[in-house]
DNA sequence: TATTAGCACTCTTACTGTAAGAGTGCTAAT
DNA sequence: ATTAGCACTCTTACAGTAAGAGTGCTAATA
């Protein structure tokens, strides 16, 4: 285990290099911190701390920073608490004042409100439609070849979707179909639609298979990727801001990464998994593009189930404590939002 | 009236000065264009054209690099003409081919090829709902206090919304109201509806005076800013691939406009005034955080009238000849994808 | 035994001077 | 009108030096 007096000084050097970005070496630890104990003995404890992987040396004659296991320390066990100011609270209420009631709406203003408290990039993910539940299904012909699918789902959100059919349908048979999807579906989560009733649906409306199929691929797939899926992203040039990137070639593949949405939303749901706010620091992280940084994302949820992720992505050289309190904040928030729009 | 000889020379110093990215000595153009003068001439020359505005001298003895108005000059008068090559046809053929007929995913795919193949930030902005005509419109009930409101418009848009409505409304009302806008509205532009009709419409059904407000408010305005007329951005880390953003703070403050969709939105609308490519060099940018960049745009339309427009942003030193070509090329095929999909 | 003072050592950074290279402008010659 | 020649300017790269920060080790101390 790890002793008190190497905790303080783990905690010291990890708020020092957080707050000021540079090294810092054994004078400074005791000159500002009031351990009672001189530069020396801090050397020493700095040597073991060290040596047990909590600290590094840029080279030789530096002083310390964190480590990746250092930082998980520092998070797990050191860092204290930093509550938001009532500026800042109060920023909040204002920009989530202009949100109309649309989803994309309120998740671009998350984002911009995350990016904008944080200095960070903000990086939310909407709502996943495999995790909500089917409330229910309209198809309505708007071209003799043109069907508009319009599916509500649980926690309020509409999705629509214009859907080419190849042959004519009358509006007779939409409606019969749309009634038993509604009668059978009600209250299933989409993925639970996917695992256990395609095969029936398939059988069912045999007769009109063509567009049969396409309506629940539609209704499991095809509404994937649709906006209230797509990542958000705020805050890109405040990367920019911090030392850690003036080397460009870092720059430039981290904001490579965070352009190509796919990859983005795979990292995002990585925490989708369990709920709560969850840190990744580092090496921790599995793509290369991004082991300089660290991750920290919270899940929002209707109904107790997670349904989405927000998150943030900054130097490790972050604030830790107070970006866990914003992004709990803000996600409890969006998840009574969501819970008050249905 | 500026010489054949002095055009030639800075024809070779912009051509060079593009590919490059350095300053350009009289020596060097004589060694690589045979122009069949000394160095000495050409260094006449080029003092002549930089008291004409056409060059400038980064310091006293640096080679030369173009003016904004040599820029103009070299753009308007100068540049030949480059072909895309057919690997970059294939490459745009091979994108679109998996674009499926959802418009929004079209200008992602747009963007992405644009930033692709020219190598700087690709933006395109999606139809402006005003100019595209009614086609008709639907209105859903979907909850008691909810109305699905769907709209088509000429160029094979459907947009949906959904409205929260403050007192309770018929099934019956709803159709009453929505067959009179359909055999009223068909065929105009949404300006259109907007200048002759709003009041008419208003007076109309003055009965249910609060829907119909909300629902040609949303006709009108609310659909704005929806998917469709956001601003696609894809390739914004390629800019950091050039050397005239490597100083960060011009990086910083480029990615910041980049990423205000209003302000690019804006930014880009100027040149849907008229149809066409369309060139704007470093200064003559009205924003001054983009008066270091070079802003290429093309339009896109539907049956004659510009609905829409995509382009790029770079560094002044930018391949216009290239550049050009392909946003000419997209547009094209874009205003034809759009034309079938109606 | 734990702590500390002292000191030699290392490494970075900032500054200086120097030399090479590129390019210019001017003048005089062609 | 063009060009050759030359002195001049400015940038860049390099090397050397000095200052500063921080370390690790050893010996002294409470």
Redesign the interface.
Known sequence: MIGERKKKILRAITDDYISLGEPIGSRTIARKYNLGVGPATIRNEMADLEENGYLEQPHTSAGRIPSDKGYRFYVDALMSIEDLTSGELETIRKEYAVAN??I?DLLRITAKIISNISNYTALVLGPQLQKTAFR?I?M?Q?APDEV?V?L?VDPGL?E???V?IGSAISQRELDDMVSFLNRHLFGLTLREVERTLIEELKKRFFAYNDLVKEAVELLLKGLRNK?SERVYI????NI??YPEF?D?NK???L??LI?NEHILSNVLQNATSTSGVRVTIGKENVREEIQDCSIITATYEVRGQVIGTIGLIGPKRMNYSKVVTLLEYIATGLSETLKKGN
Not at 234 to 237: A, E, L, Q, R
Request: net charge negative.
């Open positions: 009631r649309e994309e229910h309209q309505i708007i508009l319009l509500v509409v629509t979707r214009v080419q906006p705020d805050g890109v040039s920019l801001g003036y460009l720059a430039k593949s904001f490579n352009e």
